[in-house]
């Protein structure tokens, strides 16, 4: 079993905790404003003005109500999109969490890391060699047409995990300038989820992209 490294638990913790609060947040102050409103237009046509006035003021009430609570609302399922999105990356990198302990004792694996621009996944070391991998758990089958990525065909119509795993390279690259033991990173985008269909593909220069379950032997091959 590799020895295992951990640097972002207290940062992946407070993310989940952001994200939970602030679509759990949005959503309560939707309903009070909902709930305010209710009360409200009730009191007003309760009371002993004219109709018309009543009918106006209870029209500006639900007006108001209807745009202010729509905002929250929209901030809600903002933020419940992320919230599912932060989860379903958690159950990816859990994948390849079990995975990476199948190493030999020989490997050395990092367990996530803020870098300037994003944060690194997983780092695994053997020598002087460092795997740079980037997790992903889209679904469906991923190709390379020779010059991009692909999910069914199309190009990743979010952040392009190759993008991202090169941007994290170049910071490791910085990271890891003064450090003689390092002479080689290789990037490896690793899709985790179990309805993703992909090849083991080489897409320039210590440049890969595998599945979780060739993980393991892609490693152990590397050398």
């Not at 309760?46 to 009918?55: A, P």
């Not at 890391?113 to 780092?123: A, I, P, S």
Request: charge should be positive.
């Amino acid at each position: 079993m590799p020895q295992f490294f951990y640097n972002n638990n207290r940062y992946l913790l407070e993310q989940e905790k952001k994200y939970k609060r602030f679509f759990i947040s949005n959503l309560l102050k939707a309903l009070a404003v909902f709930l305010f409103a209710g009360i409200l237009g009730y009191v007003v046509i309760n009371t002993g003005l004219s109709t018309s006035f009543k009918l106006g003021a209870f029209m500006f009430i639900a007006t108001v109500a209807l745009v202010v609570g729509s905002i929250f609302l929209y901030l809600y399922s903002k933020h419940e999109l992320r919230w599912v999105k932060y989860k379903s990356g958690i159950s990816g990198e859990s994948r390849v969490y079990k995975e990476l302990a199948k190493l030999p004792a020989d490997y050395k694996v990092y367990c996530g890391g803020k870098l300037t621009y994003g944060d690194l996944d997983f780092g695994v070391l053997k020598g002087d060699t460092f795997f740079n991998l980037e997790v992903k758990n889209h679904k469906g089958r991923i190709s390379f047409n020779g010059i991009a990525l692909l999910k069914n065909g199309r190009p990743f119509w979010e952040t392009d995990p190759v993008k991202e795993v090169l941007r994290n390279e170049k910071d490791l690259k910085h990271k890891f300038y003064n450090n003689l033991e390092i002479k080689k990173i290789v990037s490896v985008v690793v899709f985790a989820n179990k309805k993703a269909w992909v090849q083991d593909y080489k897409l320039g220069q210590n440049l890969y992209v595998t599945h979780v379950s060739g993980l393991i032997k892609f490693l152990e091959s590397y050398f």
